[in-house]
């Protein structure tokens, strides 16, 4: 419609295409600029920001926009969760995506098979042979293989 103001959906949608085509500077620019619009980003749209900014190896920074998220008082979902543990992965800080693990599953939210697989094939690629294994046991145990 014409003259329909950008809603949270729309925004998500363009940050999401910046993310996806290497624009992670640009798609935080778009956030921040979102929210001083007073355009309150939601679940969808953190996730989309931390798995760009985690893909493009900015860790901290993603881990800062988790951290905003909790002290906004938002319940990360699994996706969200799960694009931070890739994040630690991919950097080989395993015991950072153990805790977060975790952390998670102590908040309720309970991890699927594409956060074991995140875990596991990293711990393969790292020769941490023995821990993915223990891990690739415990999906077993919990039917999600």
Known sequence: MRGQPPNIVTYSSILDALCKN???DKAVALFTKLKGKGIQPDMY??????????????????RKVFEDLLVKG???????????IHGFCNKGLFDEAFNL???MEDNGCI?????YEIIILSLFKKDENEMAEK????MIARGLL
């Open 22 to 24: 290497h624009r992670v």
């Open 45 to 62: 749209t953190y996730t989309i920001l931390i798995k760009g900014l985690c893909h493009s190896g900015r860790l901290e920074d993603a």
């Open 74 to 84: 938002y319940n990360p979902n699994v996706y969200t969760y799960t694009a931070m």
């Open 101 to 103: 693990l975790s952390k």
């Open 111 to 115: 991890p699927n098979a594409k956060t």
């Open 135 to 138: 891990l690739l046991r415990e």
